[in-house]
């Protein structure tokens, strides 16, 4: 059969679309709750266009998750902004990890090297923090496909259905 065939998404791609989905959906919630509080017109003219930007990727997105190897299970969505604030320092700590990753490569002097180094490793460690702290509290539902896509819509749908 050729992946043009196919019915389902291949595992890894959904992962990958849940992670885009995921970050943008925050992304976009912190957008536009910021929108209101700028009065510079250039900038406000730049968060609309990002705004706006972000709606139509997140939009594309969501169309693949019925075709994810796992239905997601709709549920009600996680009203408390806890998920919203701990799901934002996740993304940060990943981000961190990875921007940290990287730098590290490009290093030649072995003091910048030390310290972007130890950097990294505190960047693990909370990523391990706030990942454990969310799974804890059922915002992140790592082994369970379907209830962490579903995660995925709710947010998006909240993403995308706020004013700003």
């Keep these: 059969m050729s992946t043009e065939e196919r019915d389902t998404l291949a595992w890894h791609e959904?992962?990958?679309?849940?992670?885009?989905?995921a970050f943008q959906a925050i992304g976009?919630?912190?957008l536009k709750k910021a929108f209101r509080?700028?009065?510079d017109p250039e900038l406000?003219?730049?968060y609309e266009k990002t705004i706006q930007g972000l709606e139509i990727n997140i939009k594309e997105l969501v169309q693949f998750y019925p075709a994810a190897p796992v239905s997601p299970?709709?549920?009600?969505p996680l009203t408390s902004d806890l998920a919203f604030y701990a799901g934002d320092l996740?993304?940060?700590m990943k981000t961190s990890v990875r921007?940290?990753?990287i730098a590290i490569t490009e290093t030649a002097t072995p003091a910048v090297r030390k310290i972007l180094t130890d950097h990294l490793l505190r960047s693990i460690q909370g990523h391990e923090r706030i990942f454990r702290y969310m799974y804890k509290k059922g915002y992140y539902p790592s082994y369970d496909l379907g209830q962490l896509l579903a995660n995925d819509?709710?947010?998006?749908?909240?993403?995308?259905?706020?004013?700003?």
């Excluded at 299970?73 to 009600?76: V, Y």
């Excluded at 819509?153 to 700003?164: I, R, V």
């Design 14 to 21: 959904t992962l990958e679309i849940h992670e885009l989905t």
């Design 28 to 30: 976009l919630i912190k």
């Design 37 to 39: 509080k700028i009065n």
């Design 44 to 46: 406000r003219g730049i």
């Design 73 to 76: 299970d709709r549920n009600e």
């Design 90 to 92: 996740l993304a940060l």
């Design 99 to 101: 921007n940290y990753s």
């Design 153 to 164: 819509l709710n947010n998006a749908q909240k993403a995308l259905s706020m004013d700003y």
